[in-house]
């Protein structure tokens, strides 16, 4: 089984382009989650979705981030005009439908450079 | 105070010494605790959900105190593999979704 799958795995990017970041979770799990790790910092978390629907984006910056999960295909985290603070390592995370203690398993990550 | 909050370290060990970490976690309606650890530039793994009771798993014991707010990981017979940093995760929200808050990790070194 295919476990939590993100592309590209590394992302440059000039300051002030888009960045487009791409997460397939485990097969039958239906909530995505995408956190960011800041270098030497702990993880924080900025999105849960499922299918078509944002359910908490508390963490996610007012402006220039934005994400979803569509009915069909990947979930997408989308940075706009990039500035060099969003230089960070992005980890999509999926877990199984409700019930059970929300074990949340983690892609590879994207590890996101902005020059 | 910090949602999690855990010593950084690092634990500087030889193989085979049994090594504890500590963590504390501020939200009294949180209901779901893991250990998880992450090698240097890789993806945190979930290493151990911890129950109210306490559970084992090998070499790993969790510990869970609801009452001071305290979870805690127990390594026995270290091996150099364990080498990593280790990251108290605690569930938000009290139900049984949601996102995941995570301490900064405890850096464990095992040393031959």
């Known amino acids: 089984n295919a476990g939590v799958m993100q592309n590209p795995r590394h992302l440059v990017r000039r300051r002030g382009q888009e960045a487009r970041l791409r997460c397939s979770p485990v097969?039958?799990?239906?909530?995505v989650y995408w956190y960011r790790q800041l270098p030497e910092e702990g993880l924080k978390f900025m999105v849960y979705?499922?299918?078509?629907?944002?359910?908490?984006e508390s963490g996610m910056p007012k402006e220039r981030f934005s994400a979803e999960f569509p009915k069909e295909g990947p979930s997408i985290l989308r940075i706009q005009q990039v500035v060099r603070g969003d230089s960070a390592a992005y980890f999509c995370a999926s877990s199984p439908p409700s019930g059970g203690l929300n074990e949340q398993f983690f892609g590879p990550g994207t590890r996101l450079t902005v020059l | 105070r910090k949602e999690v909050e855990q010593d950084p370290g690092p634990f500087n060990v030889p193989e085979g010494a049994t090594v504890a970490f500590n963590c504390t976690y501020s939200?009294?309606?949180?209901?779901?605790f893991f250990w998880y650890r992450q090698d240097c530039r890789k993806e945190p793994k979930l290493l151990m959900s911890v129950y109210s009771s306490g559970n084992e798993d090998g070499r790993f014991t969790a510990q869970l105190n609801r009452a001071s707010q305290y979870i805690s990981l127990l390594i026995r017979d270290s091996k150099l593999s364990d080498s990593a940093t280790y990251l108290c995760v605690v569930n938000r929200n009290g139900g049984s979704q949601g996102n995941l808050i995570f301490g900064k990790g405890t850096k464990l070194s095992v040393k031959p």
């Open positions: 097969k039958g799990h239906s909530h």
């Open positions: 939200n009294s309606a949180s209901q779901s």
């Open positions: 979705l499922q299918k078509e629907n944002i359910i908490d």
